[in-house]
């Protein structure tokens, strides 16, 4: 997902280094205000973590095989500030020294994959965790959903800023972008979940600290604003060329306010299925949700067959 | 694997031409002014492309690079560019669009790998601690270039440990096996992290 | 001239387990003792009280006392500029991403600038038989090399005691003998926790046996470790290189 140099126009390029500067700013004063003294080697340690973490191999099929973005588990194991901290100086170090990311375009992927992926991450795992509990499996299965979410809330700001660079269609490329990368969030779903039960087996005493919502819920509430604003920022302009569908969908779950309106009669009396047949976004927008309740499924499945394995071995000893 | 693994990881090749003297943040601002350069060249701009090329190959030329490392790293990071860019082909009449990202991207490439070849990471690492960045994500920065390697070797330590003792070349037992070797370095690394904070401590830093 | 004073320290883990037991002991100016004892004696233990890094809050009447300073709130930051310790893991202490900057970390600390800095640098590297070495990698440096230039980094603050946590336990025999000799050269007092009773008997002339966190002997070297009662019973053994010697 990381976006080289040469692919986003300078004004995209700009409002998203622009962006996540804000972000990172934010997570850098959270960290400092709220992270002990004896922690703050961790957040290096943890990022030449995930560098080395991200070149495992988990096959997949043919010759081909997935990988571990982190940005969830480090969400996870450190709080999102320090996650924040620590994938951006993964994606620094990846621009500089492997050009994995170009350098203008360095702002978006650190906004994408640092700033956006860990935020959603940790907004996703908070909330599941307080309606789920904090039993082993619920922090899991909190982890996994939160992993996938996490993946493709990056995809799709990942290709608001190819679209609104004008290099592909908008139309085309979140489809093809969210589509593709709804199937590659379960692999790092169950990647993260699979490690994370690993560490939170060797360290219990881990399980009471993670997802501990650092400082108020103000805090919390700022990390989700931050995602909300990258998504949007993107999306929104792009939403005002599709008059149609997109505005209507915009209209009726409220976030009108940031899409630019164009004068069009109310769409309240369509049925769905003319909608459907009449706004492509429509059924974009029931995959999605159809995706959304697959990749719940598998990581409730998961996080089910990982602690009743746990449970079930304990006798044999 | 390991050898490349290694090239890849340190592409700075030793030298004092120079192009090795200047210092770092001029190096940088070069780049950074480059690259922003390419990314603004019009479309079919192909004279000015080329001349950017000649120009990079003469910098190479006298810092007294070896050519062949860096075709070798710009071919390896090639791969990265082209799934990006194929992308651009979705589009109808895409073509001219995919040979510009193309030619665009792999300069700026280019320019990337020149720089790190003549400029060490740490003192790139100055640069940013001179240019007021935040001390925690300098830190962060020096911490995790520091250990990436310590970290990397440790890990393919636990792999082939692990492999010893893999009998069946089932996907899920590769799946799990991976998993174990993460987290067990993930446990490993914060346990060490602890020590690093002593060690710190211990020659007085205050943080 | 007494270096280092030891009266009445114990320290108790956070899990309850007693692993110092009211040890007494000192050190002399330039002095080089070893510490020798089981694993889990304590050994580590002790070298993290002797700069201040445990107990995790220093106690109001000072129970260790560095170059006439108690080890107090108040001058830990002295106190680890005169106590230089050696983790056993080099790449737990070589956390920088040069050689340069790591043996500079310590003296930047101290307010050091250059061209004292520099200077300052290349010094403390060609005392432990690094020079030209500052430009290097950690990664790229063998053990030995490693470990040498931690050392390059103590004296660096011009450190008056050095603690060393089993600094031969992973080197190779040449790594080694570079080490022993580098030791016996440094003027500055040392207090080498070990397993290496060879390297114990060639350098150092006192030893103090620590076991279950008490010290159960404290004299001269040749003394303890040519007792072979005392050994076995603390989980040790009469070096080789006593075994074959030849009775005066």
Redesign the interface.
């Known amino acids: 997902m990381h976006i080289p140099d040469g692919f986003l126009d300078l004004r995209t390029a700009a409002t998203a280094a622009a962006l996540a500067v804000a972000g990172l700013a934010y997570a850098l004063r959270d960290v400092k205000r709220s992270l002990p003294p004896r922690r703050v080697p961790l957040i290096g340690l943890a990022a030449a973590f995930v560098f080395a973490a991200q070149m495992l191999n988990f096959p997949v099929a043919a010759g081909t095989s997935g990988h571990l973005i982190g940005a969830a588990l480090a969400s996870v194991l450190l709080g999102p500030g320090a996650a924040v901290v620590a994938m951006t100086a993964v994606l620094v170090l990846q621009a500089l020294m492997f050009a994995d990311g170009g350098i203008t375009a360095l702002g978006a992927n650190v906004l994408n994959m640092a700033v956006v992926a860990p935020a959603v991450a940790f907004g996703v795992f908070a909330a599941l965790r307080r309606l789920l509990g904090r039993s082993l499996r619920a922090t899991l299965l909190a982890a996994g959903f939160a992993a996938w979410c996490s993946i493709v809330a990056a995809a799709v700001a990942c290709a608001a800023q190819l679209a609104a660079s004008g290099i592909v269609d908008w139309g085309t490329v979140l489809p093809a972008m969210a589509g593709v990368h709804m199937v590659i969030g379960l692999g790092e779903a169950v990647i993260t979940m699979l490690i994370l039960a690993v560490v939170l087996r060797a360290r219990p005493e881990l399980l009471d600290e993670v997802g501990r919502v650092p400082g108020t819920a103000g805090v919390t509430a700022a990390y989700g604003l931050m995602a909300s604003v990258a998504l949007v920022a993107f999306v929104a302009p792009l939403a005002s060329s599709r008059p149609d569908g997109l505005e209507y969908v915009a209209e009726r779950f409220g976030f009108a306010g940031f899409a630019t309106v164009a004068a069009e009669p109310p769409l309240a009396d369509y049925s769905v299925a003319a909608l459907a047949s009449q706004s492509p976004w429509l059924s974009t927008a029931v995959a999605g949700g159809i995706g959304t309740l697959i990749a719940f499924g598998v990581a409730w499945l998961v996080a089910r067959a990982l602690t009743t394995a746990g449970q079930s071995a304990a006798p044999h000893r | 694997m390991a050898a490349l693994?290694d090239r890849?990881?340190s592409?700075y090749q030793h030298g004092s031409s120079p192009v090795h003297r200047l210092p770092a943040a001029l190096k940088f601002a070069a780049?950074?002014a480059c690259?922003?350069l390419?990314?603004?060249l019009p479309r079919g701009a192909w004279l000015a492309h080329g001349m950017i090329a000649t120009g990079l190959a003469t910098i190479a030329l006298v810092a007294g690079s070896n050519l062949r490392q860096l075709a070798i790293r710009l071919l390896l990071?090639e791969p990265?560019?082209i799934s990006?860019?194929l992308?651009?082909l979705?589009?109808p009449g895409g073509w001219p669009?995919f040979l510009s990202?193309m030619?665009?991207?792999t300069?700026?490439?280019a320019a990337?790998?020149l720089?790190?070849a003549t400029t060490?990471?740490?003192d790139?690492?100055g640069v940013l601690w001179r240019a007021r960045v935040?001390a925690?994500?300098v830190?962060?920065?020096?911490?995790?270039?520091?250990?990436?390697?310590?970290?990397?070797e440790e890990?393919e330590r636990m792999r082939r440990a692990r492999r010893s003792r893999t009998f069946t070349a089932g996907?899920g037992t590769?799946?799990?096996g991976?998993?174990?070797?993460?987290?067990?370095?993930?446990?490993r690394?914060?346990e060490?992290?602890?020590?690093?904070?002593?060690?710190?401590?211990?020659?007085?830093?205050?943080? | 001239m007494t270096l280092l004073g030891v009266q009445g320290l114990s320290y108790r883990y956070p899990d309850g387990h007693m692993a110092l037991r009211d040890l007494r002991f000192t050190l002399a100016e330039g002095e080089r003792v070893a510490l020798i004892g089981p694993n889990g004696a304590g050994k580590s233990t002790l070298l993290l009280h002797l700069n201040g890094l445990l107990p995790d809050r220093p106690p109001e009447v000072p129970v260790v006392t560095v170059d006439g300073l108690g080890i107090i709130e108040t001058n830990l930051g002295e106190v680890r500029r005169r106590v230089g310790l050696l983790f056993q893991d080099p790449d737990d202490q070589l956390f920088c991403p040069t050689v340069w900057e790591d043996v500079a970390f310590g003296p930047q600390q101290l307010g050091v600038v250059e061209p004292r800095l520099s200077e300052l640098v290349v010094e403390s590297l060609a005392k432990v038989g690094l020079r030209g070495f500052e430009q290097r990698l950690p990664h790229h440096l063998s053990r030995g090399e490693k470990r040498r230039v931690c050392l390059a980094g103590l004296l660096a603050c011009e450190a008056r005691l050095l603690a060393l946590d089993e600094p031969t336990s992973d080197l190779d025999p040449r790594g080694r003998r570079e080490l022993m000799l580098l030791l016996t050269r440094l003027p500055v007092a040392q207090l080498i926790a070990t397993h290496d009773l060879e390297f114990v008997v060639e350098i150092c002339p006192r030893t103090i046996v620590l076991d279950g966190g008490q010290i159960v002997a404290d004299g001269p070297t040749l003394q303890l470790l040519d007792n072979e009662p005392l050994m076995l019973a603390h989980g040790l053994e009469r070096p080789h290189i006593l075994r074959h010697r030849h009775p005066h």
């Open positions: 693994r890849l990881l592409p780049a950074l690259i922003v390419i990314v603004l990071l990265f560019v990006v860019a992308l651009a979705l589009r669009l990202i030619a665009k991207s300069l700026c490439l990337m790998v720089l790190t060490r990471f740490s790139l690492l935040p925690l994500l830190t962060t920065l020096a911490l995790m270039y520091r250990y990436l390697f310590v970290l990397v890990m996907r590769v799946w799990r991976s998993a174990q070797v993460a987290g067990q370095l993930f446990v690394t914060s060490r992290a602890e020590r690093v904070y002593l060690a710190m401590c211990a020659r007085g830093w205050k943080s």
